[in-house]
Every structure is written in structure tokens, then in C-alpha cells.
T-cell receptor, first 112, second 117 residues
């Protein structure tokens, strides 16, 4: 059983559409991070959420941490081809805050 | 500033050969991570160093895999002998640990795509 379940696994949409992807767990976390990985590159941090119910916005991306700090969502408004990539959520490992456990990711493709 | 540097970017080798992957973390970062990414298993942590000392190697698949960090600016991941199932993208990441900090951003290199035939 994966610690972090991400859904959907794959998502293909047209430019201009809105979408939401999810990161779920049965465990409670002190913080949660979202990374984006573009083809041929390593993941890059988008945001860190730390407070239950917290909402953070990054241009057209809206991140929410669940009230119970067990889950998170990422909403993209008016998706663009540049949003294409693998979206990964990650949480600190129980042994060390520096060590992260990653979800399996959502592969997003935005078609022009 | 230079990010995390990995070499080679691509490696194709035959089964049974030794493979060495290299990583230079961001200057000033004191934690270094080696990950393996495949379609089937996603991004898996192999080993984690703090101040050049291996802290957690529970993700290292088997004795064929070994990692070293002789100094703060260089690490290697070696596979000997390599097998086709080792084919994957291997990432190195680094971060700067500070006492009391509760969450950390990891900075990833571009990865090494390994193909073992």
C-alpha cells in the first residue's frame, strides 16, 4: 500500500480547461509539498503547505491542504501546454524531515 | 548559481558491466539523496547522506548497489554487476539542513538515464 495515493494517474485535457488532481493518505502529516517534473528534468518544488485547511495560490495553480492534514489538492485554472508534466506530492518521512516520500504522481498533458 | 550536476546524462551498458553515476550537490547543501524513477515504481529513495555520512540506505535494492560521498561536493552511485532491471532514471538531490527547520526543499539534478541491455 502506497503511503500517498495520487489521482488520477493520467490526465489529458485541452488548453483552457480547468482540472484538479489529488493526493490522499490515511496518515497525518506536518507538511506536504507539490513538485512538478518536466520531461527530461528533475522535479522542481512548487509549494509547501503546512497548516490544515491552508490554501496557497501560484498564478493559475491553487493548492489546498486538507483540514485534517491527510490530503491535498492542486487545481489548475485555464490550463496551458506549459503546464504539461508529472505532478508529484511529497511528505516528510517519519525518521527525518529532510527525507521525503513521494506519491506516484499525476501525468498531465495539456493539448494546444 | 549552478544547480545539482549529474553525469553522465545517458548511459547504455551491457548486463554484467559496472556502472558509476556521479553527482555534485549545490554548494553549501549538507544532505544528499539518490533516487531511482521508473514507470512501475515511481520515484524511490535509494540512499540519503547527511554531512557525507550515509543515514538511511534501506532503499538500496541489493548488494550490487553501493554509494559513497567522499566529500561535501561529490557522490557516486555504483552498480556492479548491472542487470536489465536496473534500467531507470537515477536522480541526485540535495538540500541544506538547519536545526529546527520543519520542512525542506529538495533540489534535483537532471538525472541519468541508464539502459542496461
Amino acid at each position: 500500500t502506497q503511503l500517498l495515493e495520487q489521482s488520477p494517474q493520467f490526465l489529458s485535457i485541452q488548453e483552457g480547461e480547468n482540472l484538479t488532481v489529488y493526493c490522499n493518505s490515511s496518515s497525518v502529516f506536518s507538511s506536504l509539498q507539490w513538485y512538478r517534473q518536466e520531461p527530461g528534468e528533475g522535479p522542481v518544488l512548487l509549494v509547501t503547505v503546512v497548516t490544515g485547511g491552508e490554501v496557497k495560490k501560484l498564478k493559475r495553480l491553487t493548492f489546498q491542504f486538507g483540514d485534517a492534514r491527510k490530503d491535498s489538492s492542486l487545481h489548475i485554472t485555464a490550463a496551458q501546454p506549459g503546464d504539461t508534466g508529472l505532478y508529484l506530492c511529497a511528505v516528510p518521512s517519519s525518521g527525518s524531515a529532510r527525507q521525503l516520500t513521494f506519491g506516484s504522481g499525476t501525468q498531465l498533458t495539456v493539448l494546444p | 548559481d549552478a544547480g545539482v550536476i549529474q553525469s553522465p546524462r545517458h548511459e547504455v551498458t551491457e548486463m554484467g558491466q559496472e556502472v558509476t553515476l556521479r553527482c555534485k550537490p549545490i554548494s553549501g547543501h549538507n544532505s544528499l539523496f539518490w533516487y531511482r524513477q521508473t514507470m512501475m515504481r515511481g520515484l524511490e529513495l535509494l540512499i540519503y547522506f547527511n554531512n557525507n555520512v550515509p543515514i538511511d540506505d534501506s532503499g538500496m535494492p541489493e548488494d550490487r548497489f553501493s554509494a559513497k560521498m567522499p566529500n561535501a561536493s561529490f557522490s557516486t552511485l555504483k552498480i556492479q554487476p548491472s542487470e536489465p532491471r536496473d534500467s531507470a532514471v537515477y536522480f541526485c538531490a540535495s538540500t541544506r539542513g538547519r536545526p529546527g527547520l520543519k520542512h525542506y526543499e529538495q533540489y534535483f539534478g537532471p538525472g541519468t538515464r541508464l539502459t542496461v541491455t
